[in-house]
Nanobody, 122 residues
């Protein structure tokens, strides 16, 4: 199972970016999908996550500016980021809590994407 994130880049403050993450492989089910971010010298923090039924949770710092969405049929999650600020600069990682089929049965647990850089200039 692999997660492929895309959509990062350089944007001016006040601009927008959209991040996407797609899962591939032998997946039985995906529960929570989420985005985390890690700025240089800081810990990795939750930005937003979304349950299978569409219930979303956001970090206080992004509420009202970021929107997370998912497509269960395509095993994808997106993060629309509006009104970006320099403090949003970080590497963004997608994370799925999933059940994957293996040669010996199933594996349940978190799967991380490779990270995508978001840089917001002032």
């Amino acid at each position: 199972v692999q997660l492929q994130a895309s959509g990062g880049g350089l944007v001016q403050a006040g601009g927008s970016l959209r991040l996407d993450c797609a899962a591939s492989g032998d997946i039985k089910s995906i529960n929570t999908m989420g985005w985390y971010r890690q700025a240089p010298g800081k810990q990795r923090d939750l930005v937003a996550n979304i349950s299978r039924d569409g219930s979303a949770t956001y970090a206080d710092s992004v509420k009202g500016r970021f929107t997370i969405s998912r497509d269960n049929a395509r095993n994808t999650v997106s993060l629309l980021m509006n009104s970006l600020k320099p403090e949003d600069t970080a590497v963004y990682y997608c994370n799925f809590w999933l059940v994957a089929r293996t040669t010996w049965g199933t594996r349940t647990g978190p799967q991380w994407g490779q990270g995508t850089q978001v840089t917001v200039s002032s």
